[in-house]
């Protein structure tokens, strides 16, 4: 078949004299293959008339090329949609992905944020919690101190009372010893006044006895 299909496509280009080599190169390359498998086909089939077969059978395989490029140029382009929109879910998934890690990272710094946030709080609370029990401290150290100060001043008040009861004491012992001493000079005025109360008496008593001594000496003397 092939060598017969040879033979034919040589026969025709040898009764066809082509005015350029140009012209035999182009018509070898459109319509050679074409015809020889149309003149193939005219040999196998025996046709009561080769030319209108040839021309119908040119015409439709020129259909089916064309449709056979049409489906092929479809296939083609499906395969590319295909691919292209593979492509497209692949950029998209891609995104989406880089989205999703976004979103986590995002999540993550804000879930961080939120933890450091809350360890902030917490400080600050144990901080004022440090804060108010060294204010209580501090509040419980003044009134300490304020209650000493209190006690020392009570200590001192009692001690100056002490003291002023000691100075009182002596004062009322001095003064006692001074009434004392002034009872033991009253005491020693009146014995001595009564001593010379005694002695006054005791001369007026003596005073009697003394004239009449007296008298006596007198009348002795006038006698002698």
């Given at each position: 078949?092939?060598?017969?299909?040879?033979?034919?496509?040589?026969?025709?280009?040898?009764?066809?004299?082509?005015?350029a080599?140009?012209?035999?190169?182009?018509?070898?390359?459109?319509?050679?293959?074409?015809?020889?498998?149309?003149?193939?086909e005219?040999?196998?089939?025996?046709?009561?008339?080769?030319?209108?077969?040839?021309?119908?059978?040119?015409?439709q395989?020129?259909?089916?090329?064309?449709?056979?490029?049409?489906?092929?140029?479809?296939?083609l382009?499906?395969?590319?949609?295909?691919?292209?929109?593979?492509?497209?879910?692949?950029?998209?998934?891609?995104?989406?992905?880089?989205?999703?890690?976004?979103?986590?990272?995002k999540?993550?710094?804000?879930?961080?944020?939120?933890?450091?946030?809350?360890?902030?709080?917490k400080?600050?609370?144990?901080?004022?919690?440090?804060?108010?029990?060294?204010?209580?401290?501090?509040k419980?150290?003044?009134?300490?101190?304020?209650?000493?100060e209190k006690?020392?001043?009570?200590?001192?008040?009692?001690?100056?009372?002490?003291?002023k009861?000691?100075?009182?004491?002596?004062?009322?012992?001095?003064e006692?010893?001074?009434?004392?001493?002034e009872?033991?000079?009253?005491?020693?005025?009146?014995?001595?006044?009564?001593?010379?109360?005694?002695?006054?008496?005791?001369?007026?008593?003596?005073?009697?006895?003394?004239?009449?001594?007296?008298?006596?000496?007198?009348?002795?003397?006038?006698?002698?």
């Open positions: 078949m092939a060598g017969l299909m040879c033979s034919q496509v040589a026969l025709f280009t040898a009764t066809f004299q082509f005015p080599v140009m012209e035999s190169e182009y018509l070898k390359k459109q319509v050679g293959d074409c015809l020889a498998k149309g003149l193939a005219v040999v196998d089939r025996c046709p009561p008339d080769p030319i209108e077969y040839l021309a119908l059978w040119m015409k395989y020129h259909i089916n090329i064309t449709e056979r490029s049409r489906r092929a140029m479809e296939k382009e499906i395969e590319k949609q295909q691919v292209e929109a593979e492509k497209t879910l692949q950029i998209q998934e891609i995104q989406e992905e880089h989205e999703a890690e976004k979103e986590e990272q999540a993550e710094k804000e879930e961080q944020e939120a933890e450091k946030e809350k360890e902030a709080e400080e600050e609370k144990a901080a004022e919690k440090e804060e108010k029990a060294a204010e209580k401290e501090e419980a150290e003044e009134k300490e101190e304020q209650k000493a006690e020392e001043q009570k200590a001192e008040k009692e001690e100056q009372e002490a003291e009861e000691e100075h009182e004491a002596q004062k009322e012992e001095k006692a010893q001074k009434e004392e001493k009872a033991e000079k009253e005491k020693e005025a009146q014995k001595e006044e009564q001593e010379e109360k005694k002695e006054e008496q005791e001369a007026k008593k003596e005073e009697p006895e003394l004239q009449t001594a007296v008298k006596e000496t007198g009348e002795t003397q006038g006698d002698v």
